[in-house]
């Protein structure tokens, strides 16, 4: 019994000993990319990820938001979008064997996002709604 308890446990410690991505390796592994997200098997978003820490995101209608993002301490990737300039988002980011996974830590439980595609073609933004 204690060999199998022992077992359940060495299984479970890669995944709860995994570090959150510090800015610079965020950076480096983003940079120049655009991530297509999703969470329960459904499509999320995407985020296009630009240089000097700038992004672009997308639910997938074709409207799209500027932001950019810094990183704390805590090891946080936080997003402030051109809509909600005084509301950061802030997110926990792991590598897991080359894809990306995010929690989100601003207090409230969402289902964590995972990385679905990854590429280097830009995001399709639609221009700005013109006429009636």
Known sequence: MLRY??????MALPAAAQERLTG?????????QTFYYG?????YGA?????DRRVRWSFLDGQCKEGY??????????FVYEDRPDSPQ?????NESGKLRATFENGAQAAPLYQIERT????????????V
């Open 120 to 131: 280097e073609e830009p995001m399709l933004c639609l221009g700005p709604q013109i006429g």
């Open 90 to 94: 802030c997110w926990a980011f792991f």
């Open 39 to 43: 969470y329960d098997a459904e499509p």
């Open 47 to 51: 985020e296009e990820y630009l240089e």
């Open 5 to 10: 308890i022992c077992l359940i446990l060495a």
């Open 69 to 78: 993002w810094y990183d704390t301490p805590e090891r946080l990737i936080c």
């Open 24 to 32: 610079d390796a965020f950076d480096a592994f983003t940079r120049g």
